[in-house]
């Protein structure tokens, strides 16, 4: 349709959203800890704190936690009516990696990082397999990292048992890096900046199959908005029994549906669990050969496309050049409504602001990787900070 | 009553915990995660790995999570009952503890520590102001302990809202650490050493008031055995709907109820959330005094006085002068059944395995910080590793 999108959009999609009892933003949440300390890098994508651990001047530290969200109760469903346990340890990658790419922004993916997992769960509906399946996970995703020659190492986890907590399953993890602080990215976006885009579904020369792009952020809305109401009955523990029954599993699809003319042979419950995609290896390239010309890198999770917003200083983003919405996407019922923006990425989850003469390489560095790259917009002064989509038809 | 308890002891008592969808071993997840990694000192309390972080030969790194478990369903329930938000500050403290005090029995303490933590809520039952409660509890602890001359530093941490696969609250934290291979401790628990066992109750020279020690484990049986159907009824999002109702809330006290006789004016809710004492500075102490004389450093959380167990190798401890249980552990129903020993602390979280001449010197400490300590017993040849509780009268 080529609407235009302005920030903030809120309206009826985004109360459905709120009415399920999430949020893509956590608006009370930013307030509530809006007086804390924020770090050496005010501007950076994430907190910086000193070198707490080494006491090395030309070092700083990263800890960042992070989890897979509601798209636990999805794998939770989909291992009960296949029993493939293997959608766990998709899981744990997911875990993994909404810290990794976060502190990748940052320019962290070029320094060892250590992990610790924390799993919670609902020893009714999780057993022992569950558990170790999310490891195993944890410590085959880390090895695959390790074999493209990042220092990636578990540390150990925490599983604990909390019925009265958690209805089926919490994963987190949270990462510790120690970088050199000649390392560090803090977002300077300014006008005359290219918006570089790196799609976030196909298959990454370092991914086994296709990835439908979906990641981590707006899996509430996902699942409720695609599967249908046979889940609710077969799975109440799968949700808060408290939402408006009309907004749950209010989708007409099975997860083990199939949608041949996308040309994609998976079911669709296993392509809303596509593990979420690393772009840590374009992004250690990227800082090796153009680290001069980067001026803010934006890992787009929760707030999608809109994630932008607060590191932008007296200028605008407009991205008039976005991605066609990947096939998960297109099959929302809402699409495609401006709103569908705010929750999930809709085709690149990771974006560079680079000057006009980076551009090029970061192009080249997509091919390398089988991962689509496109200039999918520009910064312009603005006396306000904003977001401006132009939404592609 | 002076009866004798050997492990493994199972009978009604940890039957009624399972039934409860808790567990005080998690055996089926110690098995699940047994092929791991033991780390480079196999026989540490906490899994201990290379120095990840600093490339230094002489270094290691500890990364570990842990959370304050099912205290908040009872924080929530108090919290709705009183209006008292600052339970929330003190449940922050379980976290961190239950992090610092196994850090320390490795000799993690006497090294700086970076904190994060990982809070995932139902905001139909969460709003902001506990989520600031929480993490402005986290600030204030972590200052306190600067104050003792401690290096604890919050890096960070995430707010998820998870109210499809969270009934109320999950409060976790990690801490990462980078210590010296001089500083770590292993245990080598060997016959002749002496127990020292220091006290869970009381109040310690940095603490504000009674701390029942109750500490961070156990507290779903506690909450169901001591308090009244009533919150069943009140509080239905605090537990497991598919708990057996006869025995959730099963007590026959209220949140609100004084023990007078027992000296305590705080309400038993207060009491039951008593914030899990650390023991770092008292272990600080010891370490620096006498560390040659301290062959292991046990923190009894989850498993209760059977805590040690995996760490004898050829050898029984026999604990035969306990202290008397805390008032809290008295009015359990139960009480003095053995099994409360298996779940439950019981009058002393930490303990110091120590050739006989270290003894002195670590009640000397304790007398400095006003924790009771004492030798509650000693270790013993035996061809099979075992630990033997002689109950107190």
Redesign the interface.
């Given at each position: 349709m080529g609407g235009v999108s302005s920030n903030p959009g809120i309206d009826i999609r985004n109360k459905k959203y709120t009415q399920?009892?999430?949020?893509s933003s956590?608006e009370?949440?930013v307030?509530?800890?809006r007086d804390?300390d924020p770090?050496v890098y005010p501007n950076a994508f994430?907190?910086i704190?000193p070198d707490?651990?080494?006491?090395n001047p030309k070092y700083v530290?990263?800890?960042?936690?992070?989890?897979a969200?509601?798209k636990?109760?999805l794998a939770y469903i989909y291992w009960r009516e296949t029993q493939d346990v293997s959608v766990f340890e998709s899981l744990a990658q997911d875990a993994l990696v909404m810290n990794i790419d976060d502190m990748a922004c940052v320019g962290g993916v070029q320094s060892?990082?250590?992990?610790?997992?924390?799993i919670?769960r609902?020893?009714?509906y999780i057993?022992?397999?569950v558990?170790?399946a999310l490891?195993h996970g944890t410590?085959k995703f880390l090895a695959e990292m390790r074999k493209l020659d990042f220092?990636m190492?578990l540390?150990?986890?925490?599983?604990?048992?909390?019925?009265?907590?958690?209805?089926?399953?919490?994963v987190?993890a949270?990462a510790?890096?120690?970088m050199p602080k000649k390392h560090v990215i803090e977002n300077h976006i300014q006008p005359g900046d290219v918006i570089v885009g790196c799609a976030s579904d196909g298959q990454a020369t370092y991914e086994k199959e296709y990835n439908s792009g979906i990641a981590s952020n707006g899996l509430?809305a996902l699942r409720h908005d695609l599967f249908k109401k046979e889940y609710l009955h077969r799975y109440p523990e799968?949700?808060?029994?408290?939402?408006d029954a009309s907004l749950a599993y209010a989708g007409s699809y099975s997860l083990h549906d199939v949608l041949p003319r996308m040309g994609i042979s998976q079911p669709l419950g296993k392509l809303a669990l596509s593990p979420t995609r690393t772009y840590a290896p374009l992004i250690r390239d990227v800082l090796e050969q153009i680290r001069d010309q980067i001026h803010g890198i934006i890992h787009c999770s929760g707030g999608g496309q809109y994630k932008v917003l607060p590191f932008l200083k007296g200028c605008r983003a407009v991205k008039d050049q976005l991605f066609q919405a990947p096939p998960i996407f297109r099959i929302l019922p809402d699409y495609p409504h401006p709103d569908l923006y705010h929750i999930f990425n809709m085709g690149h989850r990771l974006e560079f602001y680079t000057s006009p003469k980076g551009v090029e390489t970061i192009l080249d560095i997509c091919k390398k990787y089988k991962i689509q790259g496109k200039a999918v917009g520009f910064v312009e002064a603005s006396s306000q900070a904003e977001v401006r989509l132009i939404l592609p038809e």
């Open positions: 399920r009892g999430v949020s956590k009370d949440v307030l509530a800890i804390l770090g994430c907190r704190v707490i651990l080494g006491q530290n990263l800890m960042h936690a992070d989890g969200g509601s636990s109760s060892p990082m250590l992990f610790s997992s924390c919670a609902n020893k009714r057993p022992a397999e558990i170790k490891i410590e220092s190492h540390s150990g986890g925490e599983t604990a048992d909390l019925g009265d907590n958690v209805r089926t399953l919490v987190d949270t510790t890096c120690r509430s799968s949700l808060d029994p408290h939402m």
